[in-house]
């Protein structure tokens, strides 16, 4: 059996801005607290990600965490402008911009390199006195960076945060207008890619859950008898018809492919055998490793991408672009090519002492491999790969899809969510026998 436990995070919010926090789009993801999971729930996984495809190659098939489970577990705003803006490495700008948003600024000891650390934040959080509109949008602020970097986009250092954010939460009016999931989620594919031993992204850590973790490996991607439909509030439905877009995933310097042409099943649709891998080129492995004052979303690298986020609409899935053919044949292809890497026994890590010397041997590993690596600002934990995926997807809303795989059928079902035991519970305990 395995147990996972969701406890709540210590950066609380004023119950007195609530309404505020609905507002940026980020109340839901403020329910969450930071979950403690055993290693190997989350090992199976990161074991079975493909770089290459940006997905997980399971028995039944390809499957991927995808903006659907972001809005379902994050409830985190999904259409909108891509989190991407110019990245200034200069302590007068950050300086500038903390005085212009908060009234105060840090002093470069409370600094790291081109990161606020967050005991400053606390504290201005904290000193804040609620009683005016300024002052409870500028706490909003600083629980917004706070939950950024410790539950969302969180690497393994925990104890600063890049400034790059700061100028997307100047017009509190505008917070809301980005998409902060699509970000989220990007930063997950980054951490699958470099398969990291110390914050595993609660996007993997809550996926697992619900699906589980076993050496047969049974996909459920919400489990139909386990909750409420009511649970999940109306509004994370909004713009749902993006879920299931094969586009880019764009974070500032990080941009991650949105396979969902490869598990197409996962959305409701036939699936057939995928298009060639898309190659991200000179996008994908970037890292703020060095200064770089550079505008990501009209860098040369990076503005097709960009651009071909904002045109989400024209390439989400639908029945018109799919296989006519049955799933064997998409099942045939997929053992073919994958076949000698699908065998699950060996890599389950037994729960027991066997088994975190296991683990411990892992994170050696990782340990010794980062110490040949540069320090990066904005993400020092993860090593990237490169990768590649592709399948062109013609226009057509194909309206809310919702999916239920299982290991015998791989056919669509209506679900409820587990997921919104996330927004909604704040202390539960996930089993998965």
């Given at each position: 059996m395995l147990t996972c436990d969701h406890s709540v995070s210590s950066d609380r919010y004023d119950d007195r801005v609530e309404e505020h926090l609905h507002f940026t789009g980020f109340y839901h993801a403020s329910q969450i607290g930071i979950v403690q999971?055993?290693?190997?729930?989350?090992?199976?996984?990161?074991?079975?990600?493909?770089?290459?495809?940006?997905?997980?190659?399971?028995?039944?098939?390809?499957?991927a965490?995808?903006?659907?489970?972001?809005?379902?577990?994050?409830?985190?705003?999904?259409?909108?402008?891509?989190?991407?803006?110019?990245?200034?490495?200069?302590?007068?700008?950050?300086?500038?911009?903390?005085?212009?948003?908060?009234?105060a600024a840090p002093r470069m000891s409370e600094c790291r390199g081109s990161g606020i650390k967050l005991t400053w934040l606390r504290d201005l959080k904290e000193r804040l006195q609620l009683t005016d509109e300024e002052n409870k949008q500028r706490h909003v602020k600083c629980h917004i960076i706070l939950l950024l970097d410790t539950i969302l986009l969180g690497d393994k250092s925990g104890s600063s945060v890049h400034w790059k954010f700061l100028p997307l939460l100047r017009d509190f009016g505008s917070i809301a207008q980005f998409s902060w999931g699509s970000a989220c989620l990007a930063h997950l594919y980054r951490a699958l890619c470099r398969a990291s031993r110390f914050d595993y992204p609660i996007l993997l850590i809550n996926k697992a859950i619900l699906g589980g973790a076993t050496?047969?490996?049974?996909?459920?991607?919400?489990?139909?008898?386990?909750?409420?439909?009511?649970?999940?509030?109306?509004?994370?439905?909004?713009?749902?018809?993006?879920?299931?877009?094969t586009v880019p995933l764009v974070s500032f310097e990080c941009i991650e492919w949105h396979a969902t042409d490869r598990c197409r099943r996962q959305f409701g649709f036939v699936q057939g055998v995928p298009h060639q891998e898309r190659n991200l080129d000179k996008a994908h492995g970037e890292v703020l490793t060095d200064p770089k004052n550079l505008n990501w979303a009209t860098a040369t690298s990076h503005s097709f991408w960009v651009m071909q986020w904002t045109n989400m609409y024209n390439h989400v899935l639908t029945e018109d672009d799919g296989p006519q053919h049955p799933l064997d044949i998409y099942m045939h292809w997929y053992r073919k090519k994958y076949g000698n890497c699908l065998n699950l026994s060996d890599l389950v890590v037994q729960e027991d002492d066997e088994g975190d010397q296991g683990m411990d041997d892992v994170d050696q590993e990782n340990e010794e491999a980062e110490e040949q690596e540069p320090n990066s600002l904005a993400d020092p934990v993860f090593d990237l790969h490169n990768m590649q995926t592709?399948?062109?997807?013609?226009?057509?809303?194909?309206?809310?899809?919702?999916?239920?795989?299982?290991?015998?059928e791989g056919q669509r079902h209506t679900p409820t969510h587990l997921a919104s035991y996330a927004l909604q519970r704040p202390h539960f305990a996930c089993r998965s026998n």
């Open positions: 999971c055993q290693k190997a729930l989350v090992y199976t996984l990161v074991k079975r990600w493909h770089p290459d495809t940006h997905t997980f190659h399971l028995l039944i098939g390809e499957c965490v995808t903006l659907e489970d972001v809005a379902m577990i994050l409830g985190l705003p999904m259409d909108g402008l891509p989190v991407t803006r110019m990245t200034i490495s200069s302590v007068e700008a950050l300086e500038a911009e903390c005085l212009h948003q908060f009234g050496g047969s490996f049974v996909w459920v991607a919400y489990s139909v008898d386990r909750v409420d439909p009511d649970i999940i509030p109306a509004d994370i439905y909004m713009h749902s018809v993006v879920w299931s877009a592709h399948a062109d997807t013609e226009s057509g809303p194909p309206g809310t899809h919702h999916s239920h795989i299982s290991a015998d």
